[in-house]
């Protein structure tokens, strides 16, 4: 099954800094990335995904990017607000994508934003 | 459009009684449903997924069960709760394709 790993486990920024998280997986065969955020006592709610037919998408302060060749993705939060504050996930697929719907979630990354 | 319900919200049980928690989507005909564990506010992990009524496949060997008796309802249980069955419990549902949406989960404190 696929295996993702990422960093950091933690980040803190001051508001209106950049912050960007990484994903790296294992399956070659991966075709689907999603980004996840959970505020505190909530459940996850998708913020942004990505299919390895492209290498960036945006969502206006969001952008996601995929490097394919070494097995990694991106998240990139710009001008950052103390909203942004929360946990962020990664995830792919469990199988390379053939299981639809079955995700391997990252550890996550716990973002502050300082006013 | 499609709204997922997980409830109770929160459950407190002690060691060794049922489980049940419930879950339903609305707006959406036979999708695929998920149960989701996230310990220690880190990491998730997948417990069930089912593609359809009464398809249940298990990820992990576990003290947990799940049932979908009907087409938009997912049932988690146990029949005795250990310490260790604690958790933050998600639902989640797809429409079939890799994209899926979580609802607000459970907390379940086992005492």
């Known amino acids: 099954g696929e295996n993702v790993e990422q960093h950091p486990s933690t980040l803190s920024v001051q508001e209106g800094d950049s912050a960007v998280i990484k994903c790296t997986y294992s399956?070659?065969?991966?075709?689907?990335f999603p980004w996840y955020k959970q505020e505190l006592g909530k459940g996850p709610q998708l913020i942004i995904d990505?299919?390895?037919?492209?290498g960036e998408k945006k969502d206006q302060r969001i952008a996601v990017t995929l490097n394919k060749t070494a097995k990694h993705f991106s998240l990139h939060i710009t001008e950052t607000q103390p909203e942004d504050s929360a946990v962020y996930f990664c995830a792919a697929p469990w199988d390379g994508g053939t299981s639809y719907g079955k995700l391997t979630f990252g550890q996550g990354t716990i973002l502050t934003v300082h006013p | 459009s499609q709204t997922i319900h997980q409830w109770p919200a929160t459950l407190v049980q002690p060691v060794g009684s049922p489980l049940s928690l419930e879950c339903t989507v609305e707006?959406?005909?036979?999708?695929?449903l998920y149960w989701y564990r996230q310990a220690a506010g880190r990491g998730l992990q997948l417990l069930f997924y089912?593609?359809?009524?009464?398809?249940i496949s298990s990820e992990v060997p576990q003290n947990l069960s799940a049932s979908r008796p009907q087409d938009r309802q997912f049932i988690l249980s146990s029949k005795k709760l250990l310490l260790s069955d604690s958790g933050f419990y998600l639902c989640a549902w797809s429409g079939g394709g890799n994209t899926i949406y979580f609802g607000e989960g459970s907390w379940l404190t086992v005492v």
């Open positions: 089912s593609v359809g009524i009464g398809q």
């Open positions: 707006g959406t005909s036979n999708p695929n």
């Open positions: 990505i299919r390895s037919n492209v």
């Open positions: 399956d070659s065969a991966s075709n689907y």
